[in-house]
């Protein structure tokens, strides 16, 4: 399972990009993984570096 993100911040946005593949192959093990994953980033996306898109 993967799931796709654009999280906006004050100072730009991030892409992220999370996947998951339980060794049991199950949908709920893979949506548990990934909102593990997600809160993870959550609590660090700070750490990580912004840009600012345009659009022509």
Same mark, same amino acid.
């Given at each position: 399972?993967?799931?796709?993100?654009?999280?906006?911040? *004050?100072? %730009?946005?991030?892409? !992220?990009?999370?996947?998951?593949?339980?060794d049991d192959g199950q949908?709920? +093990? &893979?949506?548990?993984?990934?909102? *593990?994953? %997600?809160?993870?980033? !959550?609590?660090?996306?700070?750490?990580?570096?912004?840009?600012?898109?345009? +659009? &022509?």
């Amino acid at each position: 399972m993967r799931q796709l993100a654009l999280v906006s911040e *004050e100072s %730009g946005s991030v892409g !992220v990009a999370l996947a998951a593949e339980p060794d049991d192959g199950q949908f709920a +093990t &893979a949506t548990a993984m990934l909102n *593990e994953l %997600g809160q993870w980033f !959550v609590e660090h996306r700070h750490n990580f570096s912004t840009v600012t898109c345009h +659009t &022509a």
